[in-house]
T-cell receptor, first 116, second 114 residues
Framework: DTEVTQTPKHLVMGMTNKKSLKCEQH?????MYWYKQKAKKPPELMFV???????INESVPSRFSPECPNSSLLNLHLHALQPEDSALYLC???????????????FGPGTRLTVL | AQSVAQPEDQVNVAEGNPLTVKCTYS??????LFWYVQYPNRGLQFLLK??????LVKGSYGFEAEFNKSQTSFHLKKPSALVSDSALYFC????????????FGAGTRLFVKA
């Protein structure tokens, strides 16, 4: 089973709202990722967790707050977002926590976020 | 520094004809190359990867890719295109310096006409 699930599928929020995106995998992977993807553009890496510890933060604004409560779950907490943050947010996981270059990332279907 | 280029924004092919989606790369160490496909409003699906060994890599859904070190290319191919292959294709690269970062190309949109 190479499935990564994400909820919700769609989210509309105002600039003053607080919401969370959720990601789950049961493949025993120990690295999990958040990407942001604008229409017709490649995914942009936001955060990487390895063994539930934040490994990479690609200078993402603090209005995005990641959390990895256990090895299967990854959350992205959203607060005071801007309309330009509207995008598809993708979660991914990979098996090798060392970030081995040969490792394959498996992606979830994404959450389509619209900020009004 | 790592980089990957997909020189074509769009590729058009008739159903039943062979298709090629081009990718070139630049890395400082040994290259590890990936192809992903994305259907509308969906996540990326892994197609295949090159790590080492045979330069012709076979992947999912009848796709294959040819690694050419001298030309620093990793073109995606399929002998007979299907309408259902129409999607956005991303080439991606890592090198052997380690780390979690994958560099994605800009993407190529493939249209297969019936």
């Amino acid at each position: 089973d190479t499935e990564v699930t994400q909820t919700p599928k769609h989210l509309v929020m105002g600039m003053t709202n607080k919401k969370s995106l959720k990601c789950e995998q049961h493949m025993g992977h120990r690295a999990m990722y958040w990407y942001k993807q604008k229409a017709k553009k490649p995914p942009e890496l936001m955060f990487v967790y390895s063994y539930e510890k934040l490994s990479i933060n690609e200078s993402v604004p603090s209005r995005f707050s990641p959390e990895c409560p256990n090895s299967s779950l990854l959350n992205l907490h959203l607060h005071a977002l801007q309309p330009e943050d509207s995008a598809l947010y993708l979660c991914a996981s990979s098996q090798v926590p060392s970030g081995a270059s040969t490792d394959t990332q498996y992606f979830g279907p994404g959450t389509r976020l619209t900020v009004l | 520094a790592q980089s990957v280029a997909q020189p074509e924004d769009q590729v058009n092919v008739a159903e039943g004809n062979p298709l090629t989606v081009k990718c070139t790369y630049s890395v400082s160490g040994n290259p590890y190359l990936f192809w992903y496909v994305q259907y509308p409003n969906r996540g990326l699906q892994f197609l295949l990867k090159y790590i080492t060994g045979d330069n012709l890599v076979k992947g999912s859904y009848g796709f294959e890719a040819e690694f050419n070190k001298s030309q620093t290319s990793f073109h995606l191919k399929k002998p007979s295109a299907l309408v259902s292959d129409s999607a956005l294709y991303f080439c991606a690269v890592r090198d052997d310096t380690g780390g979690f970062k994958t560099i994605f190309g800009a993407g190529t949109r493939l249209f297969v006409k019936a």
